[in-house]
């Protein structure tokens, strides 16, 4: 079964399932979908094309972006490169002259140097702890050790102007700092939160519809502190492979993996450059074969406003409420699917927002959510107490 868009500008697909299965991905659809030619004539503001990769200069978009109609225009054609288009485009001088991305590295290394003085090594989404250095929430931990810089860095347009063609204003930006040094070992293709953070079983269980959604809640980027040649690593990308219908549980089979690995493309950046793409195209980060040179890269998170419940609920308050008499229904003889339903109604059903400092990730898979750990306590039949520990 072939997944495509219908038209240049439509996500809809010509033929979906309600669910997406391994057993329905075919690599050969895959290999139809990414191997499409960009052509630069269909983005108006573009520089060039570079191996399927749209490019933009950042001091052509500084003029446009003061004015409200030439702003507009542009927001979407951002649009139309992440939706309908190869999903992914570089800026060049995304960050100008100024000190703010000087400043920024020299603050992130310090507190990647403080981390490791301390014993922190924190693990990685889809590589090996130990291959590269990772600050996690670098973002508030900047705005807390140099305001000033932050303020700064932060007021970037390049960041704004793409952040906003997405996911419109009032966006959310987390940010985590990777440094891939010499030696360090690519990461395996993948595609980003959410689903992108789920085991193939956990992925198929939600629905086709959700699969098409996720990659509209949140937009990924990386700023580039250094000089990024091919030798060090820059992130490798696999154009319009976020159509791909299945792509979240094709992006964990092996088939699919291989296939990623020849035909990723690597494009070099210089300091100040900028990376943006849809969440679900598949990339990672590349193998850093210098002889001594690391490279710094801040990894943006932007998130829609609109990923939050209506009211402000306090879960693992109810948990602790209810936790006995979760337990004592158990006892009684209770059908395992009512209890399923009563924690899914009460608990924390996700893992994310997390602090992963405290909790680093392990491999592809999310830490476990709140209702998990409360799962897991019904069936070991954990005292109250012993939860409440746990969580």
């Keep these: 079964m072939l997944w495509l868009p219908v038209a240049a500008d439509s996500w809809a697909m010509m033929s979906s399932p309600a669910w997406f299965e391994s057993s329905q991905c075919d690599v050969r659809d895959f290999a139809s979908i990414v191997e499409q030619p960009v052509n630069q004539a269909d983005y108006a503001t573009a520089v060039g094309v570079d191996q399927g990769v749209v490019l933009y200069d950042g001091t052509d978009l500084l003029a446009l972006a003061d004015d409200p109609d030439s702003r507009r225009s542009l927001l979407a054609e951002f649009a139309a490169v992440f939706g309908a288009g190869p999903g992914v485009l570089i800026i060049r001088h995304a960050f100008g002259d100024d000190d703010a991305l000087d400043a920024a590295t020299e603050t992130f290394r310090s507190i990647i140097a403080d981390e490791k003085e301390t014993g922190m090594a924190p693990g990685d989404h889809f590589a090996a702890a130990g291959s590269n250095d990772r600050v996690w929430n ?173 009211e402000d609920v306090d879960r693992r308050r109810i948990v602790d409420s209810i936790y006995p008499a979760l337990l004592a229904w158990k006892r009684a003889g209770a059908d395992q699917g009512a209890l399923v339903n009563a924690v899914a109604a009460s608990a924390e059903g996700y893992a994310f927002p997390l602090d992963l400092d405290m909790n680093p990730p392990q491999g592809s898979d999310a830490p476990d959510a709140q209702a998990d750990v409360v799962l897991r306590a019904l069936a070991e039949e954990w005292s109250a107490e012993e939860l409440a520990a746990r969580l």
């Design 138 to 310: 670098a973002l508030e931990k900047l705005a807390l050790r140099d305001p000033a810089t932050f303020v700064q860095y932060y007021s970037n347009s390049a960041l704004a102007l793409v952040s906003e063609a997405w996911l419109g204003p009032r966006y959310q930006v987390t940010s985590q700092i990777n440094q891939v040094n010499p030696g360090g070992v690519a990461q395996s293709p993948h595609r980003d939160y959410h689903l992108g953070f789920q085991s193939v079983e956990s992925a198929q269980s939600y629905p086709a519809h959700v699969h098409r959604m996720s990659p509209a809640l949140t937009l990924q980027g990386g700023v580039a502190h250094d000089d990024i040649p091919l030798e060090t690593g820059p992130t490798f990308l696999i154009p319009h492979s976020h159509k791909y219908g299945p792509g979240y549980v094709a992006s964990q089979l092996p088939e699919f993996r291989e296939y990623a690995q020849d035909v990723a493309v690597q494009i070099p950046m210089h300091k100040g450059d900028a990376v943006f793409f849809n969440p679900a195209l598949f990339h990672g980060a590349g193998s850093n074969t210098s002889e001594g040179s690391q490279r710094l890269v801040n990894l943006l998170q932007v998130s829609s406003a609109f990923g939050r419940a209506m």
